[in-house]
């Protein structure tokens, strides 16, 4: 990058938040994606101005801009694919406001996710959209991704309590789009329109969220089952019972395997599938719920149903979901995690499809998942070296793809597009579809110079 | 033995190896960033975990050389673990890290200052026994301690940081005020066990080493305090040299080995961890090495296990005591419940969990020395929570941690103490004056 545009870069952000050299760059190369491309300057902002004079000058230079968050995207949004600088917002950390009247907060957009609870909790409020990163990922990395979680089902996502954004446009326009009142129909959506736009749109500088109000008590249950389609029926059939329980997470025959190896957590390794069942709400309220979850669970044979009934107990029904993960890592040298998510009504014909793909393919996978929202994350173990089994692997990803796509489904549940799963948009969306993205993304970003070469490519570019 | 002395060639190979094996298991997640002391304090993606494996799978690939600014990255560790720890895919950064800088050594060369250090001075023992001693003496005639010692103003010509506050050191060494051989006090002789001193007990600290022997002897215990021991090797590994920290850890493997020992105990968290794990790393695999490692106890986790301490054997002491876990300890060993479980059992002493007690205070033994500045920023997140935690001790078990806190408290005009578990014991037993008199 010449030397004229760095030093702009300075005097925008002054000397500690311009990075250039190598070492650097390496650093800001890669998220959990495994792909990496090195930028060519690292900046970090601390206001919206500095964003907006940033966005100026890459117009002017033309220099493309890759915002980022903590970097623990799954998709390789935050890769710097056509090199230029990579704008890092993880020191935009303050919260602006906390209004607990409004149950609302106000924070920047670089904010630690996780960091929002203990402020809320002051006024007995909560921030639902819990993903597996909280700890490790911003609040504007979140609303780029539509960030879920293991709360998804009773609870939404991410785009569900998005209420208020500052954006900084391609072209370094400041905009403020939303309202903080309950109801508000004065124009457009445009708020919506940047949650899941993957860093194409605009940079996020600002997030106003709704919060809630914590639940006063929590009911916990293990139930384990002999077939997937008794797991399948038992899920669809609660939520027919009228129970929208806060979670509903599914671990397959594999996945228990993998966590009884790592750890003994006490799951039986015989079981086709388990699920951990959560309802919550007012002590009552949760305690009914609950008691209809069970005579759902055992009309559809399950082996065993255990609630919990203290903390002590809660934490031992979970332990075995909060090492899957580790778990399934410590089984081969590396994993592919995938988020296809399809209707829960045809859970039983996703799980079989995957096991009977990765069978296939000879590639082993351990399944694991939110089941109330149909968002399962099939896991292929793998080696990364062995160029062969990678190859195995890529095809087994290429059929699952397809398989959530004729299950009505979707590619992605969470993670997003980015770089990972651009080959496949288009089967599910359509050549229609791409269009209308690359409208949008004309309309915003004339010279394709915001996160170029993510989700689709633009007319006449390719990867 | 011979054949575990390699040349640099096969060093330099085998560092490298042995840092992709860790390194290849990184899946890139990001959770460390939640957790690394020195990334939080940097903000730079460089510092954390994740990036020092990223730069070493550079340089195995040969896609980057070593430069000024690596080195600087991957000194920038503080050896805590709480990224291992968390890690879900099971990688050891730390040991990335450390192979790195090995791997460096083999490369570079050893810094003439560091190889006189290690290699001279800590081998031969004697010069930093009677340097102590000397500085010791100057403490007490002519400049003291305090923040108004003079002397103050000659710290950075030795690296050190003009505000920092040192320890009094011993006048005499611990293993100098002890026979190699201190029989049980009660007639019978339960144990034969070794005590591995560590520089720190053996030359600042020696309260510790006299808790020590005193309870030791006083149960019924046989303390054998070999005089030849030297430096475990941990500082010595810590900064680079690979070869140095071997030759002592092969010393004092073949050193304890002859004196026909039940156990070897310690009381510093890093000499335990050292000759616990560590060692395996530099000493050749075999059947007296298990034996030799399987025998290494922290005093806390042995008088926890071994020694009923009956509670008319203590007096009170009026504290009240919170506990920092030393990163050594808790993560490195396990070693948690077991000085708590000491602590609650002292009469008078009111225990209070700080916050955040097994978070790393900075300290990481010879970092708090080259990279002052950063490792008191870390240090200012304990001191507040010891402060909030309303206490008059931090009461752990690692003499560098102790270091670092005392002075940490001092600068902040804070009123608690650091101490070791093992002195407030001997503390309450010595006020009751029964099992030590
Ligand atoms: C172990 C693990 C568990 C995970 N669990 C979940 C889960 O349960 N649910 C889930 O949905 N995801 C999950 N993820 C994926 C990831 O954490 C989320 O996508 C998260 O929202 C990314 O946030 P980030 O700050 O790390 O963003 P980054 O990864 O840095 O960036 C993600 C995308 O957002 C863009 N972006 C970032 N900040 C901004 C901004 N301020 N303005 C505009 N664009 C921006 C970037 O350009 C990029 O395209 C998980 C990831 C890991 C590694
Ligand atoms: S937590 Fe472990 S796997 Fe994740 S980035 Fe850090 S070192 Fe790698
Ligand atoms: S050992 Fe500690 S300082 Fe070093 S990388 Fe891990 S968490 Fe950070």
């Known amino acids: ?463 | 033995m011979s054949t575990y002395i390699k040349t640099q060639q096969q060093l330099a190979e085998e560092h490298l190896l042995e840092a992709a094996k860790e390194f290849e298991k990184c899946m890139k997640c990001g959770k460390c960033r939640s957790v690394c002391p020195v990334f939080k304090e940097f903000g730079n993606e460089l510092y954390v975990a994740r990036g020092k494996n990223k730069l070493a799978e550079k340089i195995v690939s040969g896609d980057l050389q070593i430069t000024d600014k690596l080195e600087q990255a991957i000194n920038e560790c503080l050896n805590c673990k709480t990224c291992s720890a968390n890690c879900p895919a099971g990688v050891s950064p730390e040991h990335v890290v450390l192979r790195l800088r090995w791997y460096i050594t083999t490369q570079k060369g050893l810094h003439y200052f560091k190889a006189l250090i290690f290699r001279q001075l800590l081998w031969r023992k004697w010069p930093i026994t009677i340097g102590c001693a000397v500085v010791a003496l100057a403490q007490r005639l002519l400049f003291g301690i305090g923040p108004k010692n003079p002397v103050r103003h000659l710290f950075p010509l030795f690296g050190f940081a003009k505000r920092r506050n040192f320890p009094q050191l011993a006048l005499r060494s611990a293993q100098s005020m002890y026979p190699e051989v201190n029989r049980s006090k009660t007639g019978e002789t339960k144990m034969r066990i070794g005590y591995f001193t560590g520089c720190a007990g053996n030359l600042i600290y020696t309260n510790v080493a006299k808790s020590v022997v005193d309870i030791l002897t006083g149960y019924g215990y046989e303390v054998v305090i070999p005089k030849k021991q030297k430096c475990n090797g941990t500082p010595v590994m810590a900064n680079g040299d690979y070869e140095g920290a071997r030759r002592l850890m092969q010393h004092n493997f073949d050193l304890f080995r002859k004196y026909d020992l039940d156990a070897i105990v310690v009381a510093c968290s890093s000499c335990g961890m050292s000759l616990k794990k560590e060692i395996k790393v530099f000493v050749e695999d075999s059947p007296e090495l298990q034996e030799f490692t399987g025998k290494v106890w922290d005093i806390n986790e042995f008088i926890d296990k071994n020694i009923e301490i009956k509670p008319e054997d203590l007096g009170p002491l009026p504290y009240k005591v919170t506990y920092h876990d030393p990163c050594h300890m808790v993560r490195g060993q396990g070693i948690k419940e077991q000085p708590r479980n000491i602590l609650k059992q002292i009469p008078g002493v009111e225990f209070k969990e700080m916050k955040n007690a097994d978070t790393c205070c900075g300290s990481a033994g010879s970092y708090c020395i080259t990279h002052y500045e950063t490792s008191i920023k870390i240090n200012d997140h304990k001191i507040k929570d010891i402060q909030d935690a309303g206490v008059d001790i931090v009461a752990t078990g690692c003499p560098t941690c102790v270091m670092h806190i005392d002075d940490n408290l001092a600068q902040h005009h804070s009123n608690e103490k650091a101490k070791f578990v093992i002195e407030l014991l001997a503390d309450s037993l010595r006020a009751k004056g029964t099992v030590i008199r």
Do not use: W
Request: glycine share 8%; charged share 25%; net charge negative.
């Open chain 1, 1 to 463: 990058m010449e030397k004229a545009v760095i030093d702009e870069l300075v005097t925008i952000f002054g000397q500690s938040n311009v990075l250039t050299d190598r070492e650097d760059m390496i650093a800001y190369s890669y998220d959990a994606a495994p792909v990496e491309v090195e930028p060519e300057a690292v900046v970090f902002p601390t206001t919206t101005e500095q964003v907006s004079r940033l966005m100026k000058l890459a117009y002017r230079v033309e220099v493309p801009v890759t915002p980022r968050g903590q970097g623990s995207g799954l998709s390789g949004g935050s890769i710097p694919l056509k090199k230029g600088i990579v704008l890092c917002m993880d020191r935009m950390t303050k919260v602006i406001e906390f209004d607990p009247a409004n149950r609302l907060i106000s924070v920047e957009a670089g904010l630690t996710t996780s960091d929002i609870d203990p402020i809320a909790a002051e006024a007995g409020l909560f921030y639902p959209p819990d993903p597996g990163s909280v700890a490790f990922s911003t609040i504007g990395g979140n609303v780029a991704e539509n960030a879920g979680g293991l709360r998804g089902l009773k609870y939404g996502v991410t785009k569900d309590y998005v209420k208020m954004l500052t954006v900084v446009l391609p072209q370094g326009d400041i905009v403020k789009l939303g309202s903080k009142c309950v109801k508000h129909v004065a124009g457009f959506n445009t708020e919506l329109m940047f949650v899941g736009s993957e860093g194409l749109l605009g940079i996020i500088t600002e997030v106003t969220l709704a919060l809630l109000p914590i639940p006063k008590h929590r009911e916990s249950a293990l139930a384990i089952f002999n077939t997937l389609d008794d797991a399948a029926q038992t899920v669809s059939d609660i939520i027919a019972a009228g129970v929208t329980p806060s979670t509903m997470e599914f671990m397959d025959n594999a996945t228990l395997n993998a966590i009884q190896n790592f750890k003994d957590c006490g799951l039986p390794r015989d079981a086709e599938a388990v699920l951990l069942i959560e309802t919550d709400g007012e002590e009552h309220s949760a305690k009914a719920e609950m008691v209809i979850v069970q005579s759902q669970v055992e009309k559809n044979n399950s082996r065993d149903f255990k609630i919990a009934q203290s903390t002590e107990e809660r934490d031992k029904l979970f332990a075995g979901r909060r090492v899957a993960l580790n778990a399934l890592a410590s089984v081969r040298p590396n994993l592919i995690l995938e988020d296809a998510t399809v209707k829960r009504s045809v859970l039983p014909e996703m799980v079989r499809g995957i096991i009977a793909i990765a069978q296939k393919y000879n590639i082993q996978v351990g399944i694991f998942g939110h089941a109330g929202d149909g968002n399962l994350h099939p896991t292929f173990l793998i080696d990364q070296k062995d160029k062969e089994e990678m190859a195995r692997c890529h095809k087994a990803v290429d059929e699952l793809f397809q398989l959530a796509i004729d299950l009505d489904g979707t590619i992605s549940g969470e993670h997003g597009i980015g770089l990972e799963k651009k080959p496949y948009l288009e089967n599910q969306i359509g050549a229609a579809g791409i269009k209308i993205l690359q409208d949008f993304k004309r309309m915003f970003d004339p010279k394709n110079l915001l996160n170029p070469g993510k989700m689709f490519d633009m007319p006449g570019e390719s990867a």
